[in-house]
């Protein structure tokens, strides 16, 4: 089992937790970007720079991963092609993306990102995410520890 980090996006407090938890296990761990990013690598601690472009990180980790590895993503569609191979995708927020619900996440997002533009939702003042803190600091924190804790078992 790898973790990989689609860490374009990833907020810097989750890279921590994730670098933590990799030391603490010894889990292979690898950091896919784009863009220069400072990090202290360790011997099961990587950073691989891909070329800059839309989705080449994504792209890269997709074609690496295997089934049983976390991939650690916000971007959904992206979590719907590593599930596909039998990965787990954890949003920085803490939920889970598995093959028992990744097709109506999928879905989901695909409605609100056609509603985004219409009249309903901006009449509604919608838009945007939920914000990111301590909560869902917390539950990330939480569904890694029970993922890590799961594979060890296995």
């Not at 990833?10 to 690898?30: D, F």
Request: net charge neutral.
């Amino acid at each position: 089992m790898k973790i990989w980090v689609d860490a374009d996006a990833c907020p810097k407090v989750i890279r921590e937790i994730v670098i933590r938890a990799a030391e603490r296990t010894g889990l292979p761990t690898a950091f896919v970007t784009n863009q220069a990013l400072r990090l202290n690598v360790a011997p099961h601690i990587t950073l691989m720079q891909v070329p800059d472009g839309p989705d080449v990180a994504d792209g890269r980790i997709v074609e690496l991963c295997e089934a049983g590895d976390l991939v650690i993503t916000a971007d959904i569609p992206f979590a719907a092609k590593v599930v596909e191979k039998g990965a787990t995708a954890l949003d920085p927020s803490g939920r889970l993306y598995t093959t028992e619900n990744i097709k109506q996440i999928l879905n989901m997002r695909d409605f609100m990102d056609s509603m985004r533009g219409s009249a309903v939702l901006l009449e509604q003042g919608g838009g945007g995410g939920p914000g990111f803190g301590p909560k869902e600091r917390q539950e990330f924190s939480n569904q890694l520890d029970k993922f890590l804790a799961k594979a060890k078992k296995a």
